[in-house]
């Protein structure tokens, strides 16, 4: 008695507190909230577009309130709840017109973020882009727990602001935008890692809300040609079958290469620790047919027998079959500047090559603006023998490239500035002149002239 008491009690306990048909919305009026959401034409493609230059000029800037901003005012999340509410109640028409929608919005935002970067004047890869091109086994927590909790809370009344919240956490604008801009930098490493991300969070948030409408008994769409029932019901088992294998894939290799990543960690941290010796860099390669650990020291010389020693307990760190390169030499010996420079950049950028690259088109850029000012400085030295023939006045000259930001919009401005000094008072119409004359001569209409 007391026994089927108690067990009634705790059932009664969650029942009462985790049941969430208790505040569940009418079936057709959560379906009817998510179709809506699923078109993008008219006012969504728009929203969509400038959502995705916002995000882009966060991952530009490096600033992650207007990412977060950017994330909010998108609206990919609708056809992705759509596909999986799709799935969920076996409507095939749904699923298409998802999958068109989803694949136009991701058009779309690729297009407008690789124009973007296209013509921005910053090149470089900020931590918050980078941050978007090696996804996790979190990133695949975060897209599936943030699904479940989009799809439940549109299944409530108390909505709340659970789906902006989704939309932040699941991050579906920034992927899109670090894979405009690497089909912008021509660098398809970006690309396919940002891509990756974003489709491993369509993935799993479509996944989440397959799971919870089936769990919530949503009603499956009805058909009067029984033939067309089986055929559509056939087309969906086979699209949730592709969901449900990629995702499971995924998952397992994103958790086995951070569990291999973490046991390597580990080892490091604790066999590989050695008196006035550092760790310059590590390199890790997880592969089917390779599995290595390359590791760098400098500092004074590491015995081979306490190298030996290391190798010889990577077994008990679960590293059985995995091949260490201890490199070293740098320390008494002659060093290799070139190799050295090298591996500290690898260590700088946690040994990354596809952040070297980075590096390089870094240093691209800032030998472009070395160039842009020397070039004004030679265009100083052509521009005042032709001055002091046209303009005799004119005893000094200088040329430079500058930003003039508006006090009241705060929108700056690029102007060629232009500084003269003259040895006589030189009139309104005179300056008029010059002006026109530089204008037509170094091919500039932006021209900001100041005499002294």
Known sequence: MDKTFWHKQIMDFFVRNFD??????????????????????????????????????????????????????????GPIMGFGLGLGISDFDLIKRSFRNFATATVFSVC???????????????????????????????????????????????????????????????PLCTAGFGLASGNLYYFFGAFYLYFINTVFISLATYLVVRLLKYPKKVFLDKQRERIVTRYVGIIVFFTIVPSLFLSYNLIRSSYFNERVRTFITEELVFPNTQILSKAITDTSEKKEVKVVLIGQTVPDEMIANAKAKMAKYGLNGVHLIVQQGFGQEATDINELKSLLMQDLYKNSEEVLRTQTIKIDSLKRQVDKYQSYERLTSELMPEMKVLFPFVVEASCSHTYIMDAETARPDTVMLVYLKSNAKVKEAERKKITEWLSARVEVKNIKLLIE
Request: net charge negative; proline share 4%; hydrophobic share 50%.
């Open 20 to 77: 969430v048909r208790q505040e569940k919305e009418d079936e057709l009026d959560t379906m009817e909230s998510i179709r809506k959401g699923i078109e993008f034409k008219g006012t969504n493609l728009w929203v969509l577009i400038f959502a995705t230059f916002v995000a882009s000029l966060g991952l530009n800037t490096n600033s992650t309130a207007v990412i977060i901003g950017a994330m909010l005012i998108s609206p990919l999340m």
């Open 112 to 174: 407008t973020s690789t124009l973007y970067f296209l013509i921005s004047p910053i090149s470089e890869a900020q931590s918050e882009l980078l941050a978007r091109t090696q996804p996790t086994v979190y990133d695949v927590l975060i897209a599936f727990f943030g699904g479940l909790a989009g799809i439940v809370a549109s299944s409530t009344k108390s909505k709340g602001n659970v789906i902006p919240g989704v939309a932040i956490a699941t991050a579906l604008m920034p």
